[in-house]
């Protein structure tokens, strides 16, 4: 297969599954699902720029969010990762060995003395929903603190009054916002300042997934973690090769969408997660 079909068919994807975790309307994974094969005659059409740059969501922060919860700044850092995404190899068969995010080549991960000092405030402007969030931010992290003792995500209530990426006290604020395209969004240890945040819609509640569950899956992203689906054993779902595997394949792991032919429909932690998130901070 050529560089640019293997392109156009990982940008294609990219543009179609914008929604992924993200959309209440997805339901969990079926039992058939998971049996499902993905072939060449499967593979979506390739979209132009305008029609990828048309399909891609900009949520109200003026961010682009592609992968479904992945946040990319600016016009122009789109057109690269769409221009890249069209010429990058095909990973669909290739290398089978949790995965980790690299930027430049390297891992994208946070230094020993940033991953123990992870500090965050939660929006007043939740409202009603903010004591459901500080509860599901306190679940999410637990899970990765629990798999490593370097891991420390700490709460400062404190400066919940003023959170947002302005507030240097902290090192993310999460934030509400309204929008059909995803529950929630989080960034990567290489994001700048001003898209280093956690953003929760209020389908939070109602997405049928545990909130600590879907906050642990975007703490995952927050510390380095790509979607397990981007790996060619998911046979579909394929975002980008920009990413190191730490562990085998894991279809239950929490960084797997359910609906990707994922073998797991609840977000769950996986063996393989605290695995994963151990080899690469420490256990």
Same mark, same amino acid.
């Given at each position: 297969m050529s560089l640019t079909r293997t392109g156009q068919a990982v940008v294609a994807a990219a543009a179609l599954a914008a929604a992924a975790l993200a959309s209440p309307a997805v339901g969990p994974?079926?039992?058939?699902? %998971?049996?499902?094969?993905? &072939?060449e005659a499967d593979r979506p059409a390739p979209p132009t720029w305008s029609e990828f740059k048309a399909s891609t969501y900009q949520d109200p922060t003026g961010v682009y969010v592609v992968n479904g919860d992945e946040p990319v700044g600016t016009l122009a850092e789109l057109r690269a990762y769409y221009e890249k995404m069209m010429a990058t190899d095909d990973l669909n068969g290739g290398d089978t060995s949790l995965v980790v995010n690299t930027n430049g080549g390297a891992d994208d991960v946070w230094s020993a003395s940033q !991953?123990?000092?992870? &500090?965050? $405030? !939660?929006?007043?402007? @939740?409202?009603?929903?903010?004591?459901?969030?500080?509860?599901?931010?306190?679940?999410?992290?637990?899970?990765w603190e629990g798999?490593?003792?370097?891991?420390? @995500?700490?709460?400062?209530?404190? %400066?919940?009054? #003023? $959170? #947002? &990426?302005?507030?240097?006290?902290?090192?993310?604020?999460v934030e509400p916002i309204e929008t059909d395209e995803y529950i929630a969004r989080a960034f990567f240890p290489s994001s700048p300042d001003a898209e280093r945040n956690v953003l929760v819609d209020d389908s939070l509640t109602t997405s049928g997934w545990a909130p600590s569950a879907i906050l642990g899956h975007e703490l995952g992203h927050a510390l380095g973690f790509r979607h397990e689906h981007t790996r060619p054993e998911a046979g579909t779902c394929f975002e980008d090769d920009n990413w190191r595997p730490l562990t085998p394949y894991d279809s239950v792991s929490i960084m797997h969408y359910p609906q990707c032919n994922g073998g797991s429909d609840d977000l769950s932690f996986s063996g393989y997660d605290a695995q994963g998130v151990a080899s690469l901070y420490g256990s």
């Open positions: 994974a079926s039992a058939s699902a %998971q049996d499902s094969t993905f &072939t !991953v123990g000092d992870l &500090t965050y $405030c !939660v929006s007043d402007d @939740f409202g009603s929903l903010k004591s459901t969030v500080v509860d599901a931010m306190a679940g999410g992290a637990a899970l798999a490593s003792s370097a891991i420390d @995500f700490v709460y400062d209530p404190s %400066q919940d009054a #003023s $959170c #947002s &990426t302005d507030n240097d006290a902290v090192l993310f604020p």
